[in-house]
């Protein structure tokens, strides 16, 4: 009997739903106030469906989703384990001060990486909220970099469109970045020391990359690169300028995760303020992993680290410890907030494993505002793993599209952007009891 029941067929996977987010990650929003595309990577973390083609990209309305629905656009599928999700516009988007985040490309497109399938998705964006997978979409990375996952754009120079992807795991434990020319598809590859990188972010005004790494036990490493034309093709990614700060020496048991960069801004007596970068951490014990000769599995707190950027040393940038701030157990993605003329940015960063959402007001150097779990039941309302972050400008305010991982739903919050301590989880009438308010959710809670 066991040996006829082995015989039989062992089926395949069905494919991912198309009309329901699954372990969504990345998130994305583009467009003014009313007419919002919002972008959602579902990753199939749990592999209930196809490996290969079992995560999707949404294309979501955000204000025609009615409660615990979506209008979706348009879907996209792709291969699993879909990480951060960047957009490079054909076009200044409306109202900004700089084309820095223009690039010189046909049509706006998404880039998402798979770490199932080791490929970037370049999907093109229509106006009508259609996905497009193209000619050169997917991209296959090369063989030894794993599990890719960050990814940023840069359109400083829009003759040459780029975008910067990380890799989780190399085969040598290197810390490895591609670089793919948006143009013409080429890649580039260079590595940069032992560890492995997560998060890179793009400073414009500078032309340059940093990104977080984690080398070994004693060693948080802040990488970063300048990305000018000086080491343009012919010449190698890694023939540009780069170097390496360790955080560690700041922060002790530091392992880095998401990172963001101030915006460019004028303080009030009319100078340029210097750039600040803002990472969230996970802490471990730094004294047990000496002895042990690797990290301990287990983590004993997270912050926010604050690191202001100084460029007067001879071009060489030399890095100033601002603060780190205790945000608990979980630090994932940070991002920063529209510009407040004359005042330092304001800063959003999820804490997952305690299902928060912290807002940090650098202008006065501490948290606005946290929240995420209800005053009298403790009950998750960003979701149990709140992930993604996705910034839309709304002028007066910030609004945030937060996904929730373990919860596939995402939720909409307000930020005022000069009193970040009244940010909220938008919210609307229960349809079981007009009363009662309940937070807004795009999407379904997962059983």
């Known amino acids: ?120 998705y370049k999907v093109a964006l229509g106006a009508d909220g259609a996905l497009t997978c193209g000619a050169d979409c997917p991209q296959l990375l090369p063989e030894d970099f794993l599990d890719p996952f960050g990814v940023t754009v840069a359109c400083r120079d829009a003759r040459r469109p780029r975008a910067f992807v990380t890799a989780r795991r190399t085969n040598r434990a290197v810390s490895r970045l591609v670089e793919i020319d948006l143009s013409t598809g080429e890649q580039r590859t260079a590595d940069f020391g032992y560890g492995t990188t997560h998060s890179v972010v793009y400073d414009a005004a500078l032309d340059r990359i940093y990104f977080t790494s984690s080398a070994d036990y004693g060693s948080a490493a802040l990488r970063y690169v300048d990305v000018t034309r000086w080491c343009d093709p012919p010449l190698y990614l890694a023939e540009c300028h780069a170097d390496v700060v360790n955080v560690g020496e700041f922060v002790r048991g530091a392992d880095l995760g998401g990172i963001a960069i101030s915006n460019p801004n004028v303080g009030a007596d009319g100078k340029p303020m210097p750039r600040r970068l803002y990472i969230g951490a996970r802490l471990f014990d730094a004294d047990l992993a000496a002895s042990l000769g690797w990290r301990p599995g287990f983590d004993t707190g997270g912050v926010l680290i604050v690191l202001e950027v100084d460029e007067a040393q001879f071009g060489v940038p030399a890095f100033r410890f601002i603060g780190a701030i ?44 946290v929240f995420g779990r209800d005053d009298v039941t403790g009950a998750p309302l960003l979701g149990r793993v709140p ?15 937060v996904s929730a991982f373990d919860s596939s739903f995402v939720t909409p919050v307000d930020v005022p952007l000069d009193n970040p301590g009244e940010a909220a989880i938008v919210e609307v009438a229960d349809p079981n009891d007009p009363t009662r308010q309940v937070p807004r959710r795009l999407g379904q809670e997962r059983p």
């Open 1 to 120: 009997m066991c040996l006829a029941a082995a015989c039989g067929s062992s089926g395949t996977a069905p494919p991912s739903p198309l009309d329901r987010f699954h372990y969504p990650v990345g998130v994305a929003v583009r467009g003014p106030a009313g007419q919002e595309q919002l972008l959602v990577v579902s990753s199939n973390y749990d592999l209930a469906y196809d490996r290969d083609e079992g995560g999707v990209l949404f294309s979501v309305g955000p204000e025609a989703s009615p409660q615990g629905g979506l209008a979706i656009d348009d879907t996209l599928r792709m291969g699993s384990f879909g990480g951060e999700l960047a957009v490079a516009e054909a076009a200044a988007p409306a109202g900004l001060d700089t084309s820095a985040d223009a690039c010189d490309l046909p049509q706006s497109v998404a880039l998402v990486a798979s770490r199932a399938t080791r490929q970037v």
């Open 326 to 369: 205790p945000v608990g157990f979980g630090p994932a993605e940070v991002r920063v907030l529209p510009r407040r003329p004359g005042k330092r940015d304001v800063v959003a960063i999820t804490v997952s494993d305690e299902g928060l959402l912290w807002i940090y007001d650098d202008d006065v150097g501490a948290m606005a505002r």
């Open 387 to 401: 992930y993604g972050i996705a910034v839309q400008d709304r002028g007066a305010s910030a609004r945030l599209y």
